[in-house]
């Protein structure tokens, strides 16, 4: 075992060759459509961190993700902590803020009323309320699939005012997240690119326990 | 029935504290022998004054918080010394979070009776320092002393000592103290009697308004900073429900307090009663000093779910995981029967694997002591402390409908986002020159000096802020750390994203 540092020794194989590198950049977005905290929060097609130009694909053209809950991350400007979100639903969760807060994550009301950072790490877990100890991202991904259908009829209500593209899938349920981050979210191995790029994304606290690379 | 039974026949709840017979005399007494001007007038003295008790524990518990390296290792490469300064780190954190907690729960009595919180420049100082209408004697400590005096200093046997001075349980047989006080509980104590004589009334409590306190939704017992690990963990593993297979930080972190631990329903009471008074009282002696009577200080948690060590007992506790704890007969501190002490706990720390995680921070230092290249830094974060305060101060002004957003955008990024980062930084400067440099096998690092600068009246004090932070900027210019002092100060005073402000608000207006 290497005690070279944190995070070390990382699991080998990479479990994540086959999925496309994490982007730094956030790429243009469908226009209309909300931005969201994290992976497989997305409202519609080419809603994600890849945008409209899609991920990469090995010997393929470009593919978008076909509908909402099936993106790649966050879409809101990447930030570090509790209050630093830009706007509504661009929150994390987990590390500061009340219960009530952490069992909503992603759910935010306004600018600097978001907990925590984006991207939520899949080793995040809840430090206070109903969700405490358990994974951030499973709750997130829950209370989207909750709210859908209410988000669902607010976007085809757009679509028939004109405000958002008519042929945007509105499907009744939202699609699964890439497969190989079904059922945990975007692992910190993947966003710091096999732990080699710690900077990709900083989550605060001084205990080491936010599985993210630290701000202080 | 027993006192266990209790807890399995009701609902977990901190019951209010039933007046002792010692209060219930000075009660007697005062109905007699007093007026209602008088009580008042002392009612909203003594409250001020706890205010300063609470927000004097503050800057000490943070200055032995900031001395603690609590990752030099972690994930699966922590050492038996990194666990023990993880959960230093995290008790202490845990237990400043209830001071603030405590300090607004003050605030909030004081103002429902028509009174503004002071806390601006009231912070102890110059350290050592007494505790304010603390007694200047007290049990022995393991220096052999028996002076009530608490320093800003390094974590260590001692500084815990002294931790322990300003936690002392109160006895059920206490006499209620406003002055002279030996407990925490004493003080409290008096105040709570002053409220229950005839001449305060609810509608005492209505002078400032319930819905302009501190709402109960700006406190969380627990955060990232105040929990900890018990044991290695993988640091790629899914925390539940569907975690992997290996250990991960979910599976052993600790979380030292403890949803339950308070009278009445919430922590953060806000307060238009005698009653609801009465029991943020609790929360903050319960909180401290162990569960409420009639069990009194016996118990070593505060809590119904007994899941939540005292202040006095987590102190302890850390105490107890020292070498040097019950090693040396000769070296023993006063301490009271009851809570019983714990048992010396293993592993044990030596001396040595803590020079490896806590930094070698001076004792009581201030500004003027510090080399002059260093002196606009510390100005700068005496200043940040300060602003904190004025925006505490701020928050009873707002509208209701502001107070979250103000409270985290002010609270939180200036307690995250400047304070936090600026002290880590600091903590890595090592002093050469002056009275605290130390010699080169044993180096001394730069540390917060909690002083009470002055940033002019609270009207100007944003734009003294301002000014402070030019100053530090321009002190670091050619320094290894410029970029950070550069970018901390921004966070502070200038930030924008979008055109809009993400830097401290500007509380100007207010004033």
């Not at chain 2, 304010?132 to 028996?146: A, E, I, L, Q």
């Amino acid at each position: 075992m290497s005690d070279s540092g944190i995070g070390d020794p990382t699991p080998k194989p990479y479990p994540y060759e086959d999925a496309p590198d994490f982007p730094t950049e956030i790429g243009v977005q469908p226009e209309g459509m909300p931005l969201h905290a994290c992976m497989g929060l997305n409202s519609c097609q080419g809603a994600d961190r890849f945008g409209i130009a899609g991920h990469p694909v090995d010997g393929m053209p470009n593919q978008q993700n076909d509908c909402a809950g099936q993106g790649y991350c966050s879409t809101t400007a990447s930030h570090s902590c509790h209050v630093q979100n830009n706007c509504a639903n661009q929150g994390g969760c987990g590390l500061y803020g009340t219960g009530e807060e952490m069992n909503q994550p992603g759910q935010n009301a306004c600018r600097s009323l978001g907990s925590c950072a984006t991207p939520i790490n899949a080793e995040r877990f809840s430090t206070n309320g109903p969700n405490k100890g358990k994974s951030v991202w499973l709750r997130a991904r829950a209370v989207f699939e909750d709210n859908w259908p209410t988000l669902q009829k607010e976007l085809a209500q757009k679509q028939t005012d004109g405000k958002v593209n008519s042929g945007q899938p509105l499907p009744s349920t939202p699609g699964s997240v890439p497969s190989l981050f079904e059922g945990k979210g975007p692992a910190y191995l993947w966003v710091s690119d096999d732990n080699e790029q710690r900077g990709h994304m900083a989550a605060c606290g001084s205990s080491g326990l936010s599985g993210a690379g630290g701000c202080s | 029935m027993t006192n266990d039974e209790k807890f399995i026949v009701a609902p977990p709840q901190d019951p209010a504290t039933w007046l002792t017979p010692a209060e219930l005399a000075l009660v007697a007494d005062l109905d007699l022998n007093s007026n209602r001007d008088d009580v008042l007038a002392r009612l909203k003295g003594d409250l001020q004054g706890a205010i300063e008790v609470e927000l004097a524990t503050i800057p000490i518990y943070l200055y032995s918080y900031y001395s603690v390296k609590r990752t030099e290792k972690t994930g699966e490469n922590i050492r038996p010394c990194d666990l023990y300064a993880n959960k230093a780190g995290g008790m202490i954190m845990s237990v400043a979070i209830e001071e603030m907690l405590h300090m607004t729960l003050s605030c909030n009595i004081l103002y429902s009776l028509g009174v503004q919180p002071q806390l601006y420049k009231k912070a102890p100082g110059p350290y050592p320092t007494g505790l304010p209408y603390h007694k200047k004697t007290g049990p022995v400590g393991p220096d052999g002393s028996d002076k009530v005096l608490i320093p800003l200093s390094k974590l260590s046997y001692e500084q815990l000592w002294h931790f322990l001075q300003i936690e002392y349980p109160e006895t059920a047989d206490a006499w209620p103290e406003d002055r002279n006080w030996q407990t925490i509980g004493q003080f409290y104590s008096y105040i709570r009697c002053l409220v229950c004589t005839k001449f305060i009334t609810d509608d005492d409590f209505t002078a400032g308004s319930k819905n302009t306190q501190v709402q109960s939704d700006n406190y969380s017992p627990n955060c990232v900073n105040s929990i900890y690990p018990d044991d290695r963990f993988d640091p790629w593993a899914m925390p539940p429900p569907n975690g992997s297979s290996g250990q991960s930080a979910a599976a052993v972190a600790q979380y030292p307090n403890s949803p339950d631990s308070h009278a009445g329903l919430v922590e953060l009471l806000t307060v238009d009663t005698k009653s609801l008074a009465l029991l943020a009282m609790d929360t903050i002696c319960d909180q401290g000093e162990g569960y409420a009577r009639p069990w009194g200080a016996a118990e070593p948690t505060d809590d119904p779910s007994k899941s939540e060590f005292s202040h006095y007992f987590k102190f302890l506790r850390l105490q107890a995981q020292m070498e040097e704890y019950g090693l040396n007969p000769s070296h023993q501190e006063g301490l009271p029967a009851n809570p019983k002490a714990p048992d010396a706990i293993s592993p044990a720390v030596s001396q040595t694997e803590l020079d490896e995680v806590i930094v070698n921070f001076p004792d009581n230092p201030i500004t003027a002591c510090y080399p002059p290249d260093l002196q606009p830094i510390s100005d700068f974060c005496n200043g940040v402390f300060q602003y904190m305060l004025i925006m505490t101060e701020t928050v009873y002004k707002l509208p209701p409908e502001e107070q979250k957003l103000f409270f985290n955008i002010g609270m939180h990024r200036s307690m995250i986002w400047v304070l936090d980062p600026l002290i880590d930084m600091m903590r890595d400067i090592e002093i050469t020159e002056g009275p605290y440099a130390g010699p080169s096998t044993a180096p001394v690092f730069m540390a917060p000096t909690f002083e009470n600068i002055n940033l002019g009246t609270r009207k100007t004090a944003f734009s003294a802020l301002v000014g402070l932070g030019k100053a530090a900027v321009a002190a670091s210019a050619d320094k290894s750390y410029a970029s950070s002092v550069t970018g901390l100060v921004a966070t502070a005073t200038t930030a924008k994203s979008d055109g809009q402000s993400m830097h401290l608000p500007d509380v100007s207006p207010y004033w």
